[in-house]
């Protein structure tokens, strides 16, 4: 069958973020970039980002960024690479700049410099005083910059394939990436992109759980493209439940909240944080929070009738600061917790809201993948950032206000390479038929399957299945038996597919495509978890309730070819300055 095919210098998909920042260099450079999306771009998660991105500009407490290194390493329970956070976090105050100069409306303070509210995780002069280090639009500041970015990307005349949904990634036989197949997704017709290089910035996969703060479209869609390209996830056992989701609902009420003073009480009116974190108490990081408050709700002082959740008090900050600095978080409390801010206190419990892991990269955001005997090699053409990706600067947990950082960090880090890339590539490589034969023999089983299994259904038990076998707390026989739902559920998945005859259309379809990517994404998370015998950060088990960095001090790397596991070392030494040491983390 001969398909439409489209050639580009680069193709960059996903319309995020760090896909956006990423386009931005390479069209500045005038390079032909296409974009691909399977929503219009500024429908991307990033646009709901409340908090903000931090960067050591020190306008509220001193600051450096050796500090925020420091508060970063210690974030990520010492499995972050500290090579690459030295790189981002010496980039930050640059980026945040650069922003502003796109358009970014940075809150100010009545100085006129970059207002800097409190996040988790923060501290002055390495684990001292509460730090002030996220540059905040209001609570708005992830649309700020997703605008922003786009704005500047039309004026810079990057090339837009708005709802397209990619399917598989193009590679030949030596491994180089060639582009992708993707599906226009009104009409459902098939084309091929390709392209020198071809950067992945599909964000995130919290959708594998039933409570959540992602939006439907996160779905792991990269990440299952890697997979099925042969190249390894790394970390995905770890997996950020945010503490304030809205209880029973999972939206997010942000961290800013908690920054601005709020804070949380239990069913008896305890300030419990203090029972927890006696320093940074609320703003401890986010893995101890959320364990703290799922201890509460287990132990029986939970609020509410059911005692299933805890309360966000926020009315002694007063109507003004609430409705100047957290305007839309009042608007989502009223809408989907019932309750006025200004009033009473939000109900909360924690709710899955970040994907640790991701494609590995270094940082330049090169994929890297294992060659054998503990080596590893970079993907030729290949590139990864932002949530789909794995660079790793947040290890076992990521700081709040660090994944809005990471994206335009990384994203213009790989637009970068790409660039000094193609200076020496400069030409098209041949289209690896096979390759693309593959991805199209995948889509027209699909187009047999029908009304035997229903997609929703199936994706509702997936849900379920991951949030009460890989949850908040794990332990060994709990995950064991996750990992055999999650893999019976493939299974289905498959035969589904094969075995019914009528057609799926479109978004139907495109539904069907994205279920078959979180169960590879959700199986990659379960094995992994399964085989990590240790607590590091976001992963807690409660049969091996410590760290263990003796034998655990590694990043996983789970490949799709039966669901085996390699490991590799972190990276300890960063650029210029001493390691970081593991060190008991406590806040
Ligand atoms: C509610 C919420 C609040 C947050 N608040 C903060 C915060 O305050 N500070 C902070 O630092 N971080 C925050 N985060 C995290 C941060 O926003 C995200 O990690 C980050 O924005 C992800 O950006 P991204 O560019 O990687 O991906 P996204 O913004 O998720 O974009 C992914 C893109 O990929 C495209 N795509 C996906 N699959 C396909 C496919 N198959 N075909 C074509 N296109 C595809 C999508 O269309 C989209 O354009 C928050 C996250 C959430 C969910």
Known sequence: MKLPHRRFDCLVIGAGGGGLRAALQLAQADLHVAVVTKVFPTRSHTVAAQGGMNAALGNVTPDNWHWHMYDTVKGSDYLGDQDAIEYMCRAASRQVIELEHYGVPFTRLEDGHIYQRAFGGQSQNFGGDQASRTCAAA?????AILHALYQQNIRAKTHFFDEYFAVDLIRNEEGAALGAVVIEIETGEVMVIEAKTTLLATG?????????????????????????????????????????????????????V????????????????????????????????????????????????????????????????????????????????????????IPVYPTAHYTMGGIPTNRYG????????????????????????????????????????????????AGNHIIAYLKENRYHRPLANESVDMAVARLSKWERRG?????????????????????????????????????????RL????????SKVFNTAFMEALELENLIDVATATVVSAAARTESRGAHSRLDYPDRND??????????????????????????????????????
Request: aromatic share 6%.
């Open 139 to 143: 609570d708005r500041t992830g649309h």
């Open 204 to 256: 995130g996969a919290g959708r594998i759980f039933r409570t959540s703060t992602n939006a439907m479209i996160n779905t792991g869609d990269g990440m299952a493209m890697a997979l099925r390209a042969g190249i390894p996830l790394e970390d995905m056992e770890f997996v950020q439940f945010h503490p304030t989701g809205i209880a029973g609902k999972g939206m997010l009420i942000s961290e800013g």
């Open 258 to 345: 908690r920054g601005e003073g709020g804070y949380l009480v239990n069913g008896d009116g305890e300030r419990f944080m203090e029972r927890y974190a006696p320093h940074a108490k609320d703003l401890a990081s986010r893995d101890v929070v959320s364990r703290a408050i799922a201890i509460e709700v287990r132990e029986g002082r939970g609020c509410g009738e059911n005692k299933d959740h805890v309360l966000l008090k926020v009315d002694h900050l007063g109507p003004d600061v609430i409705k100047k600095r957290l305007p839309a978080i009042r608007e989502m409390a009223i809408r989907f917790g019932g309750v006025d801010p200004i009033e009473s206190p």
């Open 366 to 413: 090169q994929v890297v993948a294992p060659v054998g005997h503990g080596a590893e090699e970079e993907v030729v053409g290949l590139y990864a950032a932002g949530e789909c990706a794995c660079v790793s600067v947040h290890g076992a947990n990521r700081l709040g206000g660090n994944s809005l950082l990471d994206i335009v960090v990384f994203g213009r880090a």
């Open 451 to 491: 009304d035997g299994e229903s997609v929703s259904a199936m994706l509702a038990e997936l849900q379920l299945t991951m949030e009460e076998y890989c949850g908040v707390f794990r332990s060994q026989e709990v995950l064991d038996e996750g990992v055999s739902k999650v893999l019976a559920l493939g299974e």
């Open 494 to 501: 498959d035969e589904a597919r094969l075995s019914d005859h």
């Open 550 to 587: 003796a034998e655990w001090m590694r990043h996983s790397l789970y490949c799709k070819t039966d669901h085996q596991l390699d490991y590799k070392p972190v990276r300890t030494k960063p650029l210029t300055v001493d390691t970081f040491p593991p060190k008991k983390r406590v806040y």
